[in-house]
């Protein structure tokens, strides 16, 4: 498995501001996934990062609010732009080696977000 | 579209006792299945898959789970429960013409002494 970590683990943010979360692989990497997790419910998927081109945004994620980048097979960010206090949540780095749909998906730790 | 349901928020169980979180999916095709559990304050971790092949997968820690194709049910079992398994479980499916997995809500394990 590749192992995964992300930074921020946490921030508490103002309304109305952005915050940029970090993704790092130790391994390359084919598939690279952004999901959030809002308080006491499942992951939901936002995005797919593809590199070097734009990511693919599932029903309800829109580029202008989740900006994201891969620049590379083990780096992606998202970007939470204008935040409200809807946007507070846990967001979970995931990747998927080469091989594809047969294998499992791996977490990072997550960045819990909180925006007053 | 593919979904999956998790009935119970919350399952009970006595140490020692064997238990069964339940998991019911719908996709077009092939599924594939996973399991993961989030403890507190921490990321998802990989429990077991099932893509093909024998119906009962054995996965980390003890746990193993059966896929039923009739009941379209992978439901995840533990022979023995331990106070330590107490956290957050979730079922997700992949269809076998995607990549992304789509989550249950999830299912509250609370293991008790």
């Known amino acids: 498995s590749a192992v995964i970590s992300q930074k921020p683990s946490r921030d508490i943010c103002q309304r109305g501001t952005s915050l940029t979360i970090q993704c790092q692989v130790d391994?390359?990497?084919?598939?690279m996934f952004w999901y959030r997790q809002q308080p006491g419910q499942s992951l939901t998927l936002i995005a797919t990062?593809?590199?070097?081109?734009?990511?693919?945004?599932e029903s309800g994620f829109v580029i202008d609010k989740f900006p994201i980048s891969r620049p590379n097979l083990t780096f992606s960010t998202l970007t939470v732009s204008n935040m409200s206090p809807e946007d507070s949540s846990i967001y979970l780095c995931?990747?998927?080696?080469?091989?594809?749909?047969?294998?499992?998906?791996?977490f990072g730790p997550g960045t819990r977000l909180t925006v007053l | 579209a593919q979904s999956v349901a998790q009935p119970e928020d919350q399952v009970n169980v006595a140490e020692g006792n064997p238990l069964t979180v339940k998991c019911t999916y719908s996709?077009?095709?092939?599924?594939?299945l996973f399991w993961y559990v989030q403890y507190p304050n921490r990321g998802l971790q990989f429990l077991l898959k099932?893509?093909?092949?024998?119906?009962l997968v054995k996965g980390s820690y003890g746990f193993e789970a059966e896929f039923n194709k009739s009941q379209t049910s992978f439901h995840l079992k533990k022979p023995s429960a331990l106070v330590s398994d107490s956290a957050l479980y979730f079922c997700?499916?992949?269809?076998?013409?995607?990549?992304?997995?789509?989550f249950g809500k999830g299912t509250s394990l609370l293991v008790t002494p």
């Open positions: 099932y893509i093909t092949g024998d119906n």
């Open positions: 996709v077009s095709g092939n599924p594939y």
């Open positions: 997700a499916v992949r269809a076998s013409s995607g990549y992304a997995l789509n």
């Open positions: 990062a593809n590199q070097g081109s734009e990511a693919t945004y």
């Open positions: 391994s390359q990497v084919t598939m």
């Open positions: 995931s990747d998927l080696l080469a091989g594809g749909r047969y294998n499992e998906q791996f």
